[in-house]
């Protein structure tokens, strides 16, 4: 689905029609990806942000982006980053 823009006159400049406002809504239980890439030996990755060890530790244990399933692998404190990898080993409760 393509996004309905709906343009609307600046506040600032009246004559000014080319700004634009959207309405978004949240998308339950997402995580903003900071950055995702491939390593040369074709393992995928995801890092996105972490301020501390309480916030490690309540990120999922997996994450599903594009169809493919990443890991949590680990935490840099000095980035506030955490990772998550394709061939992190994990297991689902059913």
Same mark, same amino acid.
């Given at each position: 689905?393509?996004? $309905?823009?709906?343009? $609307?006159?600046?506040?600032?400049?009246?004559?000014?029609?080319? #700004?634009?406002?959207?309405?978004? $809504?949240?998308? $339950?239980?997402? @995580?903003?990806? @900071?950055?995702?890439?491939? !390593?040369?030996?074709? #393992?995928?990755? /995801?890092? #996105?942000?972490?301020?501390?060890?309480?916030?490690? !530790?309540? /990120?999922?244990?997996? !994450?599903?982006?594009?169809?493919?399933?990443?890991?949590?692998?680990?935490w840099d404190s000095d980035k506030c980053l955490a990772f998550y990898r394709t061939d992190? @080993?994990?297991?689902?409760?059913?």
């Amino acid at each position: 689905m393509v996004p $309905k823009w709906n343009k $609307k006159r600046s506040k600032e400049n009246p004559t000014r029609t080319d #700004v634009y406002s959207m309405n978004a $809504k949240e998308v $339950k239980g997402s @995580i903003s990806v @900071i950055e995702c890439g491939a !390593l040369p030996n074709g #393992v995928h990755y /995801l890092k #996105v942000s972490c301020q501390n060890s309480d916030t490690y !530790l309540n /990120l999922p244990a997996a !994450l599903e982006c594009n169809d493919v399933v990443y890991g949590r692998t680990g935490w840099d404190s000095d980035k506030c980053l955490a990772f998550y990898r394709t061939d992190a @080993i994990f297991a689902v409760s059913k």
